[in-house]
C-alpha cells in the first residue's frame, strides 16, 4: 500500500507579490486603479474593519511565534524568513498597538470606501496600500510613497483624512503581509515535521498516510535525511520519487522549487519588516502637506500670510475644510477653492486688507460667508455651540442662575413636603450657596466639553524675522534701589541670550514707587544707574536692541500718593 492518499486541495492565500513595477509603471498603475475604483454612497456601511482583522493576524503571528521560537530553542533548522520573524517580532507587536492607537474605530468609518464587489466596504486608502506593497513585494521608499500618491491624485484627490490614514493603511497592510508569510512558514513546517514522522516509524508498523500532492518541504526535508543512510529514508524516498514521477516531477526540481521559495520568502519578508522600521521614521505631516491637494490650494492665498505660519495653525485651517466640505477630496478642493476666491476678490479691491488672508474665511469672521457659498449645513450640536459662543455671557450666568433656581425650588419643596411651610425661607436661604456651588461645577464641566480650546494662528519664521514683523518685548516693573536695577538688567539680558533675532526689542516700562512727593532723594541715582545699563548693554552687544521706558510719578487723589501713572 503507498503512503498517499489524495486529499481535496483547498486555495491557500499568496503573499502580496505581484509584478514588480517601475517608478513609471507604478505610477501608470496609480491612475487606473483611480479611474476604476467607485466609491460607496455610504462610507459608514462597509462590513470590511481593518482593526478587526489586524487583531487576528497579530493573534495568529503570535502563535506562530512560540511555536517557531520553540523550534529554534531545540535547536531545529528554521528558514531565513523565520528568522526575520524571530529577530523583529518586538517591532510587529510595536506596530500593532500604534496602529490601534492612531486608528480610532469612528475615524476609519469615515473614510470613503469603495463599492466593487471585490473591495466591497473596504477603505479606498486601505486598497491603495495593498496595491503599492504587492507590485514592491513589500519594498517601500519615500519616492514610491510620494510618486504613487500623486499619479492617482491627477485622476481622483484623496481627502485629508486618507492622507492622514495613509502610513496607518500600509502599517495594516505590512503586517497582512507578515501574516500571511507566517501561514506559508507554517505550512513548510509541518510538512518538515510530517517527514520526520515518517522517517521515525518503528519498523514493522504500517507507515503514515501523507497528503498528496507533497510539499516542497517534505521532499526537500526527506533528501537531507537521506544524507544519513538509513534505511527507511531510502523506503520512503521510493514512495515519494513514484508519487512524483505520478506528477511529472522530480525530486530535484522540486527540492530547488523549495529553496527558492525560502529565498523569495526571506527577501519578501525582509522588505516587508524593513518598510516597517520606515514607516516608523518618516515625517509624515511634511508628506501628507507636500501630497494634498487642499494644501496646494490654500497656499495660493493672496496675502502670502498662509505659507508663512507655522504647522499647527495650517493644520487647523485645513480642519476647517474638512469641516465645510463633504468627505470627497474633490469637495474638499472646491471649498478650499472658494474660500481663496473669496479672499482674493478682497485683496483685489484692498490688498492689506486683513480679510485678504484665506484664513478670514475659514475661522474668522468671514466663515458665515464662506458657509452660505459652499452649501455647508452645521449639525445641532455645532448650532448650540455657536449659540453659547455668541451669547457666552448670557448662558453662562443665566445656566448657573437656572441651576441655582432648581436647587433652592428642590430645598423649598423637600421643607413643604415634610408639613413646615414656616421654614420655607430659611430652607431657601440656606440652600442657595451649595446651589449655586453645584452650579458653578456643573456649568463649567458642561462648557469644557462643548467648547474645546483654539490655538491663535501663528507666523512661523524660520528664517527670522522680517522687518515688517520687528517686535519690542516691554518688562513693566519698579524702581526701587540701584541694586534691584542691575538685577532687572541681568534678568532683561537673559531674556536677550535666549533670542537672539536682531528683529526682536526689548525695553524695561519703569514707574518708581509710591511716595509722598513727586520726587525723592534717591530717584536721580536709581533712573541714571538704569539709563546707564541700558547704554552698557547695548555696546556689549553692539546692537540697539535695548531701550528704557520711564514715567514719573503722577497724583492719585484717591489713594492719597503720587504713583506710577496707570500702575495696578
Request: with cysteine.
Amino acid at each position: 500500500m503507498g503512503l498517499f492518499t489524495r486529499q481535496p486541495r483547498f486555495a491557500e492565500p499568496t503573499p502580496l507579490r505581484g509584478e514588480i513595477l517601475s517608478l513609471e509603471s507604478l505610477e501608470d498603475r496609480a491612475k487606473t486603479l483611480a479611474g476604476a475604483f467607485t466609491l460607496a454612497r455610504n462610507s459608514r456601511a462597509g462590513r470590511h474593519h481593518v482593526l478587526t482583522r489586524l487583531d487576528e493576524n497579530m493573534r495568529f503571528v503570535r502563535r506562530a511565534y512560540r511555536d517557531l521560537a520553540d523550534d529554534a530553542r531545540r535547536g531545529d533548522g528554521v528558514d531565513p524568513a523565520t528568522e526575520w520573524l524571530l529577530d523583529n517580532f518586538p517591532l510587529l507587536e510595536t506596530q500593532a498597538r500604534a496602529v490601534r492607537h492612531d486608528l480610532p474605530r469612528r475615524y476609519y468609518k469615515r473614510l470613503p470606501k469603495l463599492a466593487a464587489r471585490e473591495f466591497s466596504g473596504m477603505a479606498r486608502i486601505y486598497a491603495m496600500a495593498l496595491e503599492l506593497i504587492r507590485h514592491g513585494d513589500g519594498r517601500l521608499d519615500s519616492e514610491r510613497l510620494t510618486r504613487f500618491v500623486l499619479a492617482y491624485q491627477t485622476i481622483a484627490p484623496l481627502t485629508l483624512g486618507e492622507l492622514w490614514a495613509w502610513p496607518i493603511m500600509l502599517k495594516l497592510a505590512l503586517l497582512e503581509n507578515v501574516r500571511i508569510l507566517t501561514e506559508g512558514i507554517l505550512r513548510a513546517r509541518v510538512a518538515r515535521h510530517q517527514a520526520n514522522t515518517a522517517l521515525g516509524q518503528q519498523a514493522g508498523r504500517p507507515p503514515q498516510l501523507l497528503s498528496s500532492p507533497l510539499h516542497s518541504a517534505f521532499v526537500a526535508q526527506l533528501r537531507q535525511r537521506m544524507l544519513e543512510h538509513d534505511p527507511r529514508v531510502l523506503l520512503l524516498h521510493a514512495e515519494v520519487e513514484t508519487e512524483l514521477a505520478a506528477q511529472s516531477k522530480t525530486s530535484e526540481d522540486v527540492v530547488r522549487s523549495e529553496y527558492q521559495r525560502q529565498a523569495t520568502d526571506q527577501a519578501s519578508m525582509g522588505n516587508t519588516i524593513s518598510s516597517l522600521r520606515l514607516c516608523e521614521t518618516l515625517d509624515w505631516s511634511r508628506f501628507v502637506e507636500r501630497l494634498s491637494a487642499v494644501e496646494q490650494v490654500l497656499r495660493r492665498d493672496p496675502s502670502g500670510d498662509y505659507a508663512r505660519m507655522d504647522f499647527d495653525t495650517r493644520d487647523r485651517y485645513r480642519h476647517a475644510v474638512e469641516e465645510l466640505a463633504d468627505s470627497t477630496g474633490e469637495a474638499q478642493v472646491r471649498v478650499s477653492l472658494r474660500a481663496v476666491e473669496s479672499a482674493r476678490e478682497i485683496a483685489a479691491r484692498a490688498p492689506h486688507d486683513r480679510r485678504a488672508h484665506v484664513g478670514y474665511h475659514l475661522i474668522g469672521s468671514g466663515r458665515r460667508g464662506l458657509e452660505i457659498d459652499v452649501a455647508y449645513h452645521a449639525s445641532l450640536v455645532t448650532r448650540v455651540q455657536r449659540f453659547w459662543l455668541r451669547h457666552a455671557t448670557a448662558s453662562y450666568l443665566g445656566s448657573i442662575g437656572l441651576l441655582t433656581a432648581v436647587g433652592t425650588f428642590a430645598a423649598a419643596a423637600y421643607v413643604r413636603a415634610v408639613g413646615a411651610p414656616e421654614m420655607v425661607t430659611p430652607a431657601i436661604l440656606l440652600a442657595l450657596i451649595p446651589a449655586s456651588e453645584f452650579a458653578v461645577q456643573w456649568v463649567q464641566r458642561i462648557v469644557s466639553a462643548l467648547v474645546a480650546p483654539r490655538r491663535l494662528p501663528r507666523l512661523e519664521f524660520e528664517a527670522g524675522i522680517p522687518d515688517n514683523a520687528r517686535t519690542i518685548v516691554i518688562v513693566p516693573t519698579l524702581l526701587a534701589s540701584v541694586s534691584g536695577v542691575e538685577h532687572l538688567l541681568e534678568h532683561l539680558e537673559v531674556q536677550a541670550l535666549g533670542n537672539l533675532d536682531p528683529k526682536i526689542h526689548f525695553a524695561i516700562l519703569t514707574d518708581f514707587k509710591d511716595a509722598p512727593r513727586v520726587a525723592m532723594p534717591d530717584d536721580d541715582a536709581i533712573l541714571a544707574a538704569a539709563k546707564s545699563g541700558i547704554e552698557a548693554l547695548n555696546r556689549s552687544h553692539a546692537s540697539e536692541r535695548f531701550y528704557l521706558f520711564h514715567r514719573d510719578r503722577q497724583w492719585n487723589a484717591k489713594e492719597g500718593v503720587f504713583m506710577g501713572w496707570e500702575r495696578k
